[in-house]
């Protein structure tokens, strides 16, 4: 099993260092959420190596000399071929965002997703992309960019699946926790091809059924497994297999590259 977006980081999340749960898995892929919290997710992933670095600005976590953040996080990518993707990185509209904004201005959000996205091409790289209440506005932005990717936690409902579709053979949908307790989120699930889906849990968020409501770890991104061979109607190793696929294609994990 492949854990294809943890935030595990000490700084940021409320894990004490080693205190996340990787046991069954054979990768976890550490999302960025600022310079900070990606230079960590380098350093993490030269420790263990289940843990695969990606490094990335989360939309709400910009401030206002965004283009040094960028400068550092090209460093990053420079220095450390291992990295695995750019992300997370997007739009969210969910709220009013702090500084440098005025309310409901989100240009310099759509900026700084549009530098990663060009970060990302550089560096050969796919896309970690985080749509919240702006998921039309990401489609705008990716539709025509050559880019591959996930959009993380897909929330767009049925009618938007295609929308991912169309955005290429190389985009995929990540699927989290909330689909053991979302009916929605099944009948989404049911209209996904595939060869296109990946399995998260956003650690220390979303956490499945039976543990709603403790802190995620990794390790249960088999709850999102299970869900998922449930509604395909298959055993959980032949859903483990297709789900594993498709994480090591869109991330270039090859186990000979990490012994």
Sequence with gaps: MIDTHAHINPSKSPFDKGDFKIEGLEYVILSGANVEDSTRNVELSKTNKKLLA????HPQEI???????????????????????????????SNPPKSPFDKGDFQEMEELFRQQIGLAKRYN???????????????DILRGSNMRGVI?????GKKRVQKVLDLGK???FGIDG????????????????HDRLL?????PELTPLPFRGQKNNPSYVKYVYQKIAKIWGMEFEEAE??????ARKLFGIFTSLRM
Aim: charged share 25%; net charge negative.
């Design 54 to 57: 990606a490094v990335g600005i």
């Design 63 to 93: 401030i206002s000399n965004y283009e040094l953040s960028i400068t550092n996080l090209e460093k990053l990518l420079k220095e450390n071929p291992e990295i695995v993707a750019v992300g997370e990185c997007g739009l969210d509209y």
């Design 125 to 139: 790289k796919p896309l970690i992309v985080h749509a919240r209440k702006a998921i039309e506005e990401v489609f």
């Design 152 to 156: 993380h936690c897909f929330s767009g």
């Design 170 to 172: 190389d985009w995929y």
């Design 178 to 193: 909330n689909l053991t307790y979302e009916a929605g989120l099944v009948e989404v699930v049911k209209v996904i091809p």
């Design 199 to 203: 399995a998260e849990t956003d650690s």
């Design 241 to 246: 297999k297709i789900l594993d696929e498709n």
